[in-house]
């Protein structure tokens, strides 16, 4: 079971379990679903056409039985300046391969680094993206479309990241 021991929501509901959710949604066939904590109108339409499409009752509530079939919700790592490792090695070759004609600004090498030409290349990417240009590859950041194959930057980065409950 890739979401263990969340519980049952509907619409209404704020908070981790609500972006948990999402995050799971998002990294759906159809993603797109905004991660912003709330269980609003939106979430409750995705739920329930993931339900469909999963075979389960189209209610809207998220329990045991939607959890189950949904990917796994939890985050990718938040990374900044100074992060370092294989999750960061696949990041920079992410922001290399797409940048030609969209983003522009690379990572100038893929070293494992977050260093200040990752940092200018995350930047350059969340403003190509349309989320805050922090620099930080937070939740927002990695749910951003790269236009290709319904893929994001974690999905393209590699969900193998994620961080452990």
Do not use: C
């Not at 993603?31 to 939106?42: E, K, T």
């Not at 070759?93 to 290349?121: C, E, I, K, M, Y």
């Amino acid at each position: 079971m890739a979401n263990p021991g969340q519980p049952t929501i509907t619409r209404g509901a704020v908070g981790t379990p609500v972006r948990r959710l999402q995050r799971a949604l998002d990294r759906t066939p159809d993603p797109g679903i905004a991660r912003d904590g709330v269980f609003g109108a939106a979430t409750e339409t995705a739920v329930r056409d993931f339900q469909r499409q999963a075979g389960l009752l189209p209610d809207g509530v998220v329990g045991p039985l939607t959890w189950d079939k949904l990917p796994d919700g939890r985050p990718m790592p938040t990374l900044w300046p100074g992060a370092r490792g294989n999750v960061v090695v696949d990041l920079q070759r992410v922001l290399t391969n797409g940048a030609a004609g969209q983003w522009v600004v690379t990572p100038q090498g893929v070293d494992g680094d977050f260093g200040p030409h990752t940092l200018a290349s995350v930047r350059a990417f969340q403003e190509w993206g349309n989320v805050a240009t922090d620099g930080v590859v937070g939740d927002l950041t990695w749910s951003v479309s790269l236009h290709a194959m319904n893929a994001t930057l974690e999905s393209a980065t590699g969900l193998r990241y994620v961080v452990g409950d």
